[in-house]
């Protein structure tokens, strides 16, 4: 079963319009033959340069967050529509920094994925456990609350233009990549709930990203297991030169 292979970078609160557009110059020069699909999440404030410095590459512009309202009276938030109109085609949604720092609930995401497919933007669904939960054995538990709870209103239609990304929370920014085998267990038991909930015609097509500590090291051996489509990455999404090689190491 051949699935789309996407290498997702998450540039966090990182970066100016003018290093961002600079890095999109450098990149395509780099990233031309490249078979992945290159995603880019990058801040608000440079979704409307980038998408215009990406025009007409394989370079895909997104942002890392959105309210789930059309509009209104919420100081600081944004909307989907507002992303679009800036050139966004994706979204993340239920990040583990959005989770965890800022207390987004699974329900609170699920109204943003509702959103983000009505409002034409490709959602990316962020799932993971905490090391405690891990420790505690909860992983698969909370893997399937998180999936069942933010796709509850997602009609098999909808359902193939979403991309799952697994980010197990000790693994992000901690240098400490799950093993090629601990993420394959974790990817296959997605899938096997995606499988429950759509069937494995759907299931079957749905890229399932890994994330957390990805870098030219270990992209490989990732992307060899059978279930991981592509990566989100962070840190290593920053430098050209770096994200280039993740790139083209797929
Ligand atoms: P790192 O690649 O820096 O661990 O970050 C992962 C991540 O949070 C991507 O969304």
């Known amino acids: 079963m051949s699935r789309e292979q996407i290498i997702a970078g998450n540039w966090k609160m990182y970066k100016t319009t003018k290093e961002a ?57 944004i909307a989907g529509i507002m992303l ?54 909860k992983t698969e538990e909370v893997l399937e609350t998180q999936i069942k709870t933010a796709l509850k209103n997602v009609s098999e239609k909808d359902m193939e233009k979403v991309v799952v990304a697994y980010e197990p929370v000790w693994a992000i920014g901690t240098g400490k990549t799950a093993t090629p085998e601990i993420a394959e267990k974790a990817h296959a038991y997605i899938r096997k709930v995606l499988k429950e909930l759509y069937g494995k015609t759907i299931s079957d097509k749905i890229s399932i990203l890994y994330g957390g500590s990805v870098k030219p090291a270990n992209i490989e051996a990732l992307m060899n297991e059978k279930n991981i489509d592509g990566a989100l990455i962070g840190g290593a999404s920053l430098d050209p030169d770096t994200f280039a090689e993740v790139i083209n190491k797929c």
């Not at 409307?48 to 938030?77: C, L, R, V, W, Y």
């Not at 920094?97 to 987004?104: D, P, V, W």
């Open 84 to 137: 679009k109109d800036a050139g966004a085609e994706f979204v993340l949604l239920g990040h583990s920094e959005r989770r965890h720092i800022f207390k987004e609930s699974n329900e609170f995401i699920q109204k943003k994925l509702e959103r983000a497919l009505k409002d034409d933007l490709q959602p990316i669904l962020c799932i993971g456990e905490t090391q405690e939960e891990r420790d505690s054995e």
């Open 21 to 77: 557009v600079d890095f999109i110059e450098n990149l395509k020069s780099k990233v031309g033959s490249s078979l992945a699909s290159i995603y880019l999440a990058v801040p608000f404030t440079m979704i409307s340069e980038t998408a215009k410095a990406a025009e007409g590459t394989n370079i895909i512009i997104g942002a890392q967050n959105m309210n789930d309202a059309t509009e209104g009276a919420f100081t600081g938030e």
